[in-house]
């Protein structure tokens, strides 16, 4: 599997909000709640990962997390607010390879210098993805996946969680494998991109596995393959 196909969620910290600056002095960190903005719609599956281990990861800060979901823009705008916010450690970012990572080589516009702006803090889940299409679509493999395209160029719509984002550019590099024209339709997160799938406004997608599973046992859904 090509890295670009995994999608990784993670902390990060503003650079200088992670040691740079001179601490308070005889202040334990943290002395109060944090803040943690997440570039994922609420639902979402590492927002629920998340959210499920927030009562653990608040025993050990000694402090809860205040979590805000803020999903616009493959998380380029919440990076953009967060670097602008004081650099004093209480503000970090749960995001994914889109606003760290392939946004350098996507925007000149952006704000903020991934590198230079930000310290990772962990890899928090990297989970299994899965290309899936609705029940209406008429394939059953991903072979037949693309003969059916070939077919009918440019009828099937592809769903992602927005321009930029791992599965835009998956699908993207898929589509250049293969010669083949589908429709982009950009979601503000994969949980939207995923209800439209379900209602037939879109035809195909790849998500995360935990998200589709409940569907594809539901006979809603069709997987055709993993990217790990």
């Not at 200088?16 to 960190?29: C, D, H, I, N, Y």
């Not at 037949?144 to 719509?157: D, N, Q, T, V």
Request: glycine share 8%; charged share 15%.
């Amino acid at each position: 599997m090509h890295p670009a196909a995994r999608t990784i969620c993670l902390f990060a910290a503003g650079l200088w909000a992670a040691g740079l600056s001179k601490p308070a002095p005889a202040q334990a960190f943290p002395a109060r709640p944090v803040h943690v903005t997440i570039t994922i719609p609420a639902g979402g599956a590492a927002d629920v990962i998340l959210r499920v281990a927030a009562p653990k990861i608040n025993e050990g800060l000694g402090q809860p997390l205040v979590l805000e979901n803020k999903p616009a823009m493959s998380g380029v705008l919440a990076s953009e607010q967060l670097v602008k916010m004081a650099p004093e450690g209480y503000n970090l970012l749960f995001t994914t390879p889109s606003s760290q990572i392939t946004v350098k080589f996507l925007s000149k516009n952006v704000r903020y210098d991934p590198e230079k702006d930000f310290t990772p803090i962990t890899a928090f889940v990297e989970p299994v993805s899965t290309l899936v299409v609705g029940a209406a679509v008429p394939v059953a493999s991903l072979k037949e996946l693309i003969e059916y395209a070939r077919k009918h160029p440019g009828k099937l719509a592809y769903a992602s969680a927005g321009v930029g984002s791992v599965f835009h550019l998956t699908t993207e590099a898929q589509l250049q494998a293969t010669q083949l024209k589908m429709r982009h339709v950009p979601y503000k997160g994969a949980g939207p991109a995923l209800n439209d799938l379900l209602g037939g406004q879109v035809n195909v997608m790849f998500d995360v596995l935990g998200s589709s599973l409940p569907h594809i046992q539901g006979g809603k859904l069709v997987p055709l393959a993993v990217t790990s």
